[in-house]
């Protein structure tokens, strides 16, 4: 039976559209890396992205992290249904309207009933933007399914 690394491998370079998440669907990222160590997805920041200034908003950074950090854990495979207990972000540097950013998800550790994981946004030139960690707790008789 085919991983679901295997299976998201498949789907480098194309944009998630069929994602279980609505959310993850409407931020419409283009899958880059997909591997046992994390993820990675570009995000072009459009308008509704945005706070007044027309710069990537402060909370729209935490939900692409916290959406990353959740599907990093789908992708790679792990079965059971794990919640955030926590998400802690570092704002380090901003973009505009229009601008292509990139997400990068790894594991910090792996327990038996806690994760953490750790999610980097960069912009043009690699340049940081935002760190984040979260740590996650296993649910009791919630597992995912791997179905596009």
């Known amino acids: 039976m085919e991983s679901a690394i295997e299976l998201y491998k498949k789907h480098i370079g194309q944009y998630v559209t069929t994602a279980p998440s609505p959310f993850s669907n409407w931020l419409r990222g283009k899958i880059l890396d997909v591997s046992e160590e994390g993820i990675a997805l570009e995000f072009m920041v459009r308008e509704e992205m ?34 955030s207990v926590n998400l802690h972000v570092d704002f380090i540097s901003n973009v505009r309207v229009g601008t292509t950013v990139v997400a990068k998800t790894s594991f910090i550790k792996k327990g038996k009933k806690v994760i953490l994981v750790e999610c980097k946004l960069y912009g043009p030139e690699n340049k940081l933007l935002a760190k984040g960690t979260s740590n996650l707790v296993e649910t009791e008789g919630i597992a995912y399914s791997h179905n596009l």
């Open 50 to 83: 945005t706070n007044p200034l027309k710069m990537l908003h402060g909370g729209m950074i935490a939900a692409i992290m916290d959406d990353m950090i959740g599907m990093t854990l789908f992708v790679t495979g792990i079965k059971n249904f794990y919640a």
